[in-house]
């Protein structure tokens, strides 16, 4: 079992910079494909960002690119998401999720990721 725990979210104006970790424990961490999604109210939980173990390899949202980026230190066991230029229509609960592969991919679908973060709430106000 892994166990994700997300940090870094808070309350924001629009244009401004948050960067979100998710900190990984009880699993084989360098091995895992990593993936970030959000969820507004009233709204699907969509993919932002994805990672493979190999932290060149990585996948954007059409509505992030250009603004975010995602990394992963394998050493401290965690991913990263960079945020910039936050806009309103930003504001979401962000969450992390982790599942093992054996090759070199990243992965898109919520249905594809074994293991799930509590979350971290992002607002971004006008």
């Known amino acids: 079992q892994m166990q994700l725990v997300e940090s870094g979210g808070g309350v924001v104006q629009a244009g401004a910079s948050l960067r979100l970790s998710c900190a990984a424990s009880g699993g084989a961490f360098s091995r895992a494909a990593m993936g970030w999604f959000r969820q507004a109210p009233g709204k699907e939980r969509e993919v932002v960002a994805a990672i493979a173990w190999i932290d060149s390899i990585t996948y954007y949202g059409d509505s992030v690119k250009g603004r975010f980026t995602i990394s992963r230190d394998n050493a401290k066991n965690t991913v990263y998401l960079q945020i910039n230029s936050l806009k309103p229509e930003d504001t979401a609960v962000y969450y992390c999720?982790?599942?093992?592969?054996?090759?070199?991919?990243?992965?898109?679908?919520?249905?594809?990721?074994?293991?799930w973060g509590q979350g971290t709430q992002v607002t971004v106000s006008a």
């Open positions: 999720a982790a599942r093992y592969a054996s090759g070199t991919y990243y992965f898109t679908g919520r249905n594809e990721y074994q293991y």
